[in-house]
Structures are given as C-alpha cells and as structure tokens.
C-alpha cells in the first residue's frame, strides 16, 4: 500500500514531529507500506518530485523544526488557473496520485491548504489531513500543532523586550503575529491590539498616559498583523484602499501606530517583529506531544479507510472533521471570550474602552 505526504504552506516547528507521528503508526499497522513524500507541499504533488521514504527517514525528527520534505505556498484562489507552461494543476496532482497508485494523500497545512485537500477530495481523490497554523485560526480544531511553540517564541520576544523598554523608558510594539492574544498575556503586555476589536487611538493614548501617571516607566503593545482601528473598521475595501493612497506608507500597522503615538505623546516608540522567528526552533514539548497523536489517529483513519477528514483536537481529544466543513472557513478570536475579559480584569486594555 502507497501513502502519499506533503505539507503545505508556511512552515512550522512540528511538522516533522506530526509526519512521524503518522509514520510510526503506519509501519506499525501495516505489514507493507510505503510512503512517498512530496517535495515542497502541492508543487511536487504536480510536478511530480517526490521521495521514496525509509523509516531510518523519520527516526530522530521529533524535536528537529521546520519540515525534511520542504515548503511551498500554493494560493488556493490560483489552483484553477494554469501555470508558466499551460499545467493544468488540479488535473496534474490527480495524474500523478494516479500514476503512483496511492491509497491515500496526507496533507498537513492550515487554511489555504485545508482548502486544497478538499478540492482534490471533490476530485476524487483520498485525503486525510492536518491541522497546522502557528496562528490556531483553522477551524474545527480547537488547537493546531505549531501554535503553542510559537507562543512560546513570541512570548519570549515579549520577555526580552521588558528589560530593554525598561531600561529605557521607552514605549515597544511588538507586532506582526497572529497569536497575539496569548503571547501578549504570556508576556505581560499593557496593551493588546487584535483584528476582532478594532482600537481607539485616543484610548490607547490615554492608557500610555494612565501608566505613566502611575510611575510606570515603559510600556509594551502586542499588535496583531491585521489589527485595525475604528475609523478604517466601519469602510469598505474600497473606502480603505483609497483613503490609503493619501496616507504614508507604512511596513506594517505597528509601525503606523508607533508614529501615532510619538506624534500625540512625544513618547519615544520602537517597534520589534519576531516575524519568521516564531516559525523556527524545535518543537515545544505540548507539541510533540500533540503531534504525535494528531498523527497516529491521521494513521487510524487510513486503516479504517475513512478518507475525506481532517484530524483535529476538541476538549483535549483527538477527533475528525469532514474536509468539507472546515475548508474556507477561519477561526477568529470572540470579543466576548472568557480570555479578553479577564485579562481586561487585570488591567490590559485592548484599545477599545
């Protein structure tokens, strides 16, 4: 029996964690397996460049970060539309699933990828997947493997920043991730900027100032990549895309809001991005643990030839999800949740009130 693999899209700690989690329960539950990895993601599914895995392959990749069969971004909006040389996409990843006789296709990727998995599943084809995103916005798992090492990586981004921002008494947004919520409590932030409460400059303001009245001499902002304030919140793309041509350009939102600052406090504003640090690094230990049972049960399905599901974690326990229900559907942070409001009970303001 033949399994194909592949993982897809940006790259994370514990891919390899999660693909030998898989691994090891295939060679254990079938007698005669072979694997066969595609080389970074979809684009070698449709051009055919591919490996014949060994078990000496996946032996010693469970705290190795990134991924042994490489990356790609493969836009989903883009897989109807042929490539340089007229390739039609869809119908050259069917050919070759075909051409190597595989039982099945292993995908682990986050949204646009999901996405993938499920077009080919309409095309025919066996998938199982799995959940990755450092950002933890697939929905129907309420975890994805990656995003709890990322945390971590950014959390301590946030640790390092206090001494220097304190010894300085300056103002820091550490901005540019998408798991802003839990590395800015992990870290101790005074402010939170996240896309599903768009801010108040003048609160945020009044916050800064609010801490310095207290003899506070720094403090720090965590803000999400898509962060947004009130006035652009209630536009249209249109709206936002004109009103942008007038205004400077910034590399990010944290830095448009760093000179925001400087500009209505004279307070002295730097702005750090972990970016692709949060991606790299071995796997943290919840995440190898998460790994290797998202990939075991990933295994199971395949035994049970329950094809069409993506793995996925609910109230600790390992479940699945048909592919059609959670393709083109994000997970976004509630308002509301239990989380934002107690962490406003202890004092972060998320720029809103």
């Known amino acids: 029996m033949r399994i194909g693999m592949l993982t897809s899209g940006g790259d994370c700690q514990s891919l ?11 060679y254990k539950m079938f007698e005669d397996v072979e694997i066969i990895g595609f080389e970074d993601g979809y684009k ?3 051009y055919a460049d591919y490996q014949i895995m060994k078990p000496s392959d996946f032996s010693g990749i469970l705290t190795k970060g990134g991924t042994i069969l490489g990356t790609s971004r493969q836009p989903f909006k883009l897989m109807r539309v042929p490539d340089e040389n007229g390739l039609d996409k869809v119908e050259a990843m069917k050919h070759t699933y075909r051409k190597l006789k595989l039982e099945c296709l292993v995908v ?6 999901q996405k993938t998995a499920n077009l080919l599943r309409e095309e ?29 990586v950014a959390a301590n981004a946030i640790d390092c920043i206090h001494t220097t921002a304190a010894s300085h008494g300056r103002v820091f947004i550490v901005g540019g991730m998408g798991l802003t919520l839990y590395a800015g409590i992990a870290g101790g ?11 108040d400059i003048d609160v945020i303001v009044e916050a800064l100032k609010e801490r310095s009245r207290q003899g506070k001499r720094f403090s720090i902002l ?34 448009a809001l760093g000179a925001q600052i400087t500009e209505k406090t004279g307070q002295e504003v730097r702005v750090t991005v972990p970016g692709h640090t949060q991606r790299g690094g071995e796997p943290c230990p919840y995440d190898r643990v998460l790994s290797t049972r998202l ?22 326990e390992i479940t699945e999800v048909p592919l059609e229900v959670v393709a083109g559907k994000l997970k976004t942070v509630d308002p509301n949740c239990s989380m934002i409001q107690e962490a406003k009970m202890i004092g972060i303001s998320f720029g809103d009130e």
Do not use: C
């Open 16 to 26: 390899n964690a999660t693909m030998r989690g898989v691994a090891k329960a295939l």
């Open 124 to 152: 025919g084809l066996n998938v199982v997947s799995l959940p990755k995103t450092i950002d933890n916005d697939l929905w129907g798992t309420d975890v994805t493997f990656g995003f709890q090492s990322a945390i971590n």
């Open 222 to 255: 965590a803000v999400a990549e898509g962060a947004i304030s009130k006035e652009d919140a209630i536009l249209s793309k249109k709206e936002l895309k004109e009103k942008k041509k007038n205004q400077v350009v910034y590399p990010s939102v944290a830095y």
């Open 44 to 46: 070698g599914l449709m």
């Open 189 to 199: 932030a005074d402010i939170i900027l996240l896309p599903e409460i768009p801010y």
């Open 108 to 113: 682990l990727g986050g949204n646009g990828s």
């Open 295 to 316: 990939g075991a049960a990933a295994a199971k399905l395949i035994q049970e030839k329950k094809y069409g599901y993506m793995v996925a974690v609910k109230n600790n």
